[in-house]
């Protein structure tokens, strides 16, 4: 049983109350992608989705997958589901005992505690080279430490900075712009938090290169012979914002990573094995990054500057590898629909016709048009690859592709 609460930060921050219809539509969207995850597709393998959120026609990849309403589940529940949430938070346990369910969860609070930036921060550094620079942000519990951590930036060359609430998720919940600190609605944004105990994380804006999400699979401290499992890298697809705009799979199941990302690896590794020791285990997901330093233009690497303790969509964009042949480069690609010629661009893959196209979403979800469409581009050129991408997402896509 696939249950697709991907408003679990605002689950884990206790403000799901607050999300707006716009934020819950496009969930409802991407909700039945968690079916993707099927790896055999068999019918005994459903997906929950809300009682007005059911998907309707189904493309190849997802036709498969039984998706099934929470009033069906609430009813006739089989009692030897294995239970399987986007990520464990208080919700998602309860809505999992509630239906009688067997299952062993990480308690929510470790949850919560490994998916906040306090249990990020002593983490996030840069490495130049074998050299480290450094802590990369400042975790700030009042106004006074947030001006002194600008200030620190501007010192070492920074003009911009980004500061984040300490749960938060998809550009969401943050501040930009060194100018806001004066403006009157910031302070009781900061305000807000100190009051309620809650850190901010400050950090400088930097010039972006490339970003790359790595899924690692964490065992209970019980089983005492397993050990973190590193399931494998998903370069992301970016605009010039850094919006998500999808994930590049591995060329092959087995293929290594770049030498360039294994510092990451290896750091991420050692994160999740903290993770394990405070109680965590299950998916557990890592962003890491190339930047330009300001002052010198080189590059570094971020190892570790978001930590996602649920399944994400590059453990998705992962399972559908089986998808490529030999040889062949993949692109899980996420567009929101504005017109109908970007639609059928997508879906026919512009004017590249060697390029494969197979729909990852649903056309469909609670009778309504999907607005939030997915589709995996597939080629054994990877440059007309790039070049079909850049024609769907503009030329300004963010695509260097470090992992091929």
Known sequence: MFLPNLLFEDELDCRVSRVSAAARRVVAELGPLMGLLSASGASDEFVVVPDNGAPEDLP???????????TTVRRHCPVRAEFCPWGWSHEAVQFGRRLGLDFVAPDPDVVRQVNSREFLAP????????????????????????????????AD??????????????????????????????????????????????EPWVELLAECGLQFSVPPQSAADAAVQFEGATELLTDETGRYLGSVLPATTGAREPEWWQPAIER????????????????????????LHPSDRRVCLRRCHDINGRITMGRIA???????????????????????????????????????????????????????????????????????????????????????
Not at 343 to 361: K, M
């Open 157 to 202: 060359g920074h003009t911009d900075w980004v500061i984040k609430s300490s749960l938060s998720h998809a550009a969401r919940s943050r501040l930009t712009s060194r100018e806001l600190l004066h403006r009157s609605e910031v302070q009781p944004w900061l305000r807000s938090r100190f009051d309620a105990g809650q850190a901010v994380y400050a």
């Open 60 to 70: 190849p990849a997802l036709e498969n997958v039984r998706f099934i309403t929470a």
């Open 268 to 291: 991420c590794r050692n994160i999740a094995e903290h993770a394990r020791q405070l109680g965590f285990f299950g998916a557990l997901g890592f962003d890491c990054m190339a930047t």
């Open 318 to 404: 992962l399972s559908l590898r089986h998808y490529l042949r030999s040889g062949e480069f993949g692109i899980w690609c996420h567009c929101t629909m504005k017109s109908q010629a970007i639609y059928e661009n997508l879906l026919s893959g512009g004017n590249h016709s060697d390029i494969r196209i197979l729909p990852t979403s649903a056309v469909r979800v609670g009778g309504l048009s999907v607005k939030h469409q997915t589709a995996l581009l597939i080629s054994d050129d990877r440059t007309r690859l790039i070049s079909a991408v850049r024609q769907l997402f503009g030329q300004q896509t963010r695509a260097p592709f470090a992992i091929w």
């Open 123 to 154: 983490f996030d550094d840069c490495v130049d080279g074998t050299s480290t620079t450094g802590l990369f942000g400042a975790l700030c519990r009042s106004i006074d430490e947030v001006e002194d951590a600008l200030s620190q930036f501007e």
